[in-house]
């Protein structure tokens, strides 16, 4: 058993992160990653040095910004007794990804020309994106962005700077 609960681990290992990441590139390995050892720990970041010291350099100035998009609904006893099939249902859950993937694309359109690379997952309330930016065009995104109109029943939370994880490339074994 840990001697400190995991949610204040957790904020530990994101603020040591955050302090490091303020003076260089980093790519964290996700919390909580567990080796058996320090010399597993070597190995597999040696057997990586390549792709780790590739991704670095091309990752250098740039920071990870996260934008959750979610599209609010109702509750599943009130979806019932709106709409009584499993295809309405379908249907409207449907029309609320479709809502947030709408948005999505505007932060995208309107961020085109400092935010060089996006990606993005599709999540259970709506989409996430990952966008990729110079460190220093970081406040012209955010007034850019700060311009994108969320209709009602959507929320957009717009976090970072991150470290560029996102866009890292390795290739699990």
């Known amino acids: 058993m840990p001697a400190e609960p995991v949610p ?10 955050q302090r490091i990441f303020a003076q260089t590139a980093i790519i964290p390995f996700r919390f909580p990653t567990v080796v058996e ?13 390549v792709e780790y010291s590739g991704a ?15 599209a609010k609904s109702e509750g599943p006893e009130n ?13 409207q859950k449907r029309a609320r990804y479709q809502q947030a993937q ?12 400092v935010a060089g690379e996006w990606t993005q997952r599709d ?21 850019k962005i700060a311009q994108v109109h969320t209709p ?10 991150w470290p560029p994880s996102e866009f890292v490339e390795i290739v699990d074994e």
């Open 8 to 17: 204040e681990m957790v904020k530990a290992f994101s603020e040591v992160l």
């Open 37 to 49: 050892s320090e010399a597993v720990l070597t190995q597999f970041v040696e057997h990586r040095r």
């Open 56 to 70: 670095l350099q091309r990752l250098r100035d740039k920071v990870q910004m996260d934008v959750r998009i979610s």
């Open 79 to 91: 979806l019932m007794q709106s709409s009584p099939s499993g295809k309405n249902y379908l249907r």
């Open 102 to 113: 709408s948005v999505q694309e505007e932060f995208r359109r309107v961020s085109h020309s």
């Open 123 to 143: 999540t259970t309330t709506g989409v996430r994106g990952f966008a990729l930016l110079d460190r220093a065009s970081l406040p012209i995104f955010l007034e």
């Open 152 to 161: 009602a029943g959507i929320t957009a939370r717009v976090t970072g700077p």
